[in-house]
């Protein structure tokens, strides 16, 4: 899931424990992913079983994947994962680590093999430190996203930021960190930039795919080359850290819930009641558009799909969702997202002359 491998591997280098990275997600994923996985599962339940094929593949015999409760199905990922894997014929042992309270028990056991004779307080040394790195991606990624609409030469941000992960990855102590952190953001900076009127989207949905760049088809690469500046509603740390107040993303869980309350008012699973709460918080900082990616089949991110046109016409603010499969053409998504950031960038231009912009007709 996109730069979640920059960290997980520092816990398992720190730890000194043997570990294989599947290969990069690609095409060859999907069509594992949907060769073994049911057709109505949701579209991340596939590509990560591709993931786990692949590592498999590659002489992984240990599979490690989180598993839990809740309303929607993320907490069956696992067994569901395990059960067809098992069937194919694979050879392999998996942890599901469950974080629920009444779990913590058998959590601490299955930790307890996993570190492989180390002590748990180099454990919880290498999970603060893999932290520390993850909320320097964080804090490069946001700026990335900021400065790639006034890149000179496209995807040179892209490569710098690449640069960064590679940087942070190799760092294995506070202080070789600080340094990576000095130089990463001194060759953020250093891009060649060129002055341009931007248009100001923001990116919303469901968290695997607003962070997975090869499965969003690069939404926020296109976007910055579109010239566009833009926020995300979700980080990394959101999903290793869910206290629900990341101050590199801005905006705290109830904030964003309390901006969603005129349209919807529980908690609907994932981050259903997010993309509409900061849909919202987007109009009301001036953004020109938000696009919504959600998987195909998602339920949380289904309501929210459902909700948005009500957001967008009430308020006024252009509305792109992209549902997103094995059978989705980037082709056609670049079209829209085209489209899209030229409508964005129409209306804002309306607004600067004081005129009033034609209404939005909901969800586009
Ligand atoms: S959030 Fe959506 S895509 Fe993710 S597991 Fe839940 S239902 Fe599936």
Known sequence: MGSLEVVLSSIFDQMGVDY??????SQRTIELGVKYGPEFACFPLKTTLGNFIEALEAGADTLIMVSGRGPCRFGYYAETQRRILEEAGYDFRMYMLEFEPERIPDLLRKLRELKQGR????????????????????????KALA??????????????????????????TYASLRKVEREAFQLLESVPKEAREPVRIGIVGEFYLVLEPYFNLQVEEQLGNLG?????????????????????????DAESD????????????????????HTVLYQRMGFDGVVHVMPFTC?????????????????????LSIVIDEMTGRAGVATRLEAFVDLARHRRKAKMRGERPQPVPGLL
């Open 228 to 252: 566009a500046y833009v926020e995300r509603s979700v980080y990394l740390t959101d999903w290793l850290r869910p206290t629900g107040n990341n101050p590199v993303g801005g905006h705290s």
């Open 20 to 25: 294989i990275l599947p290969p990069p997600n």
């Open 258 to 277: 309390e901006a969603a309350r005129p349209f919807l008012t529980h908690f609907v699973g994932g981050e259903g009641i997010r993309s509409v709460g």
């Open 299 to 319: 339920m949380p991110e289904t309501i929210a799909k459902s909700i948005l046109p009500r957001v967008s016409k009430e308020l006024g603010i252009p509305v």
């Open 147 to 172: 400065q790639r609409w006034m890149d000179r030469e496209k995807g040179a941000t892209t490569r710098a930021l690449k640069e960064c992960y590679r940087m942070i990855r190799e760092a294995d």
């Open 119 to 142: 002590s748990f307080l180099s454990l919880a040394r290498a999970i603060k430190f893999a932290f520390a790195k993850a909320v320097l991606v964080d804090r490069l990624e946001k």
